[in-house]
């Protein structure tokens, strides 16, 4: 895998630029000028990413090693494309032989090795077509669903920590054993019978704030590591 630690600027843009149209609103502005000025934007670019998305999942990578050896990769909110993307390279996936599925409910350009459904996570057919989709079980499922945005911040906020809710259902009920389950969640988000319930299935449950997740986002992701397997499941509900 690509080394997820930006080492200065190296598209031969210049950072720091300003953004001088008068005509434009100052947010849009703003965020404009943020965004031609940002290293990790500048580095998809460079390196053929489609998002800047792609260097948190790398950098998660970096330190827990979730994507060695994942033969399955489910990406749940995948659009445009730069997690399928790491996916379809780590998996091998072709489309001949797919192992990536993703789902978002924007339209998504084509990739290589990668099924593609556009369709909302939440429709109850979506589970399924996701498991028919990757053609067999998968030992990765990764979320980086964020809710359209409303303008009204605690409803944005329960909106997308419901979908991490439900993803994280999703995960418990179709990944194999020693599988992995990655989710965008916010900081203080997470609700306790969230993380009881992780916790109660996978080894191990983190938080973790990727540098390139901006420091003023109150974006983070939610890791569970080895899945324990669906045994596990039923001993839990004997108990
Ligand atoms: C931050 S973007 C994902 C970026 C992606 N990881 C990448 O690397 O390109 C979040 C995506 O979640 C999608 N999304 C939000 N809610 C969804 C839902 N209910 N079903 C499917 N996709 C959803 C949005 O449409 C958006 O494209």
Known sequence: MAKPTIAGNRTGRKLGQRVKNKKMKASSRQWLQRHINDPYVQRAQLEGYRARAAFKLLEIDEKHSILKGARRIIDLGAAPGSWSQIAAKVT??????????????LEMTQLPGVKILQLDFLDPSAPAQLIEAVGGTPDLVISDMAAPTTGHHRTDHLRTMHLCEVAAHFAVEVLGEGGHFLAKTFQGGTERDLLNMLKRHFKQVVHVKPASSRAESVEMFLLAKHFKGRQADADVTEA
Request: aromatic share 8%; proline share 0%.
């Open 92 to 105: 091998g996936s072709t489309d001949e032989d797919i192992r990536v599925a993703a789902i978002d409910f």
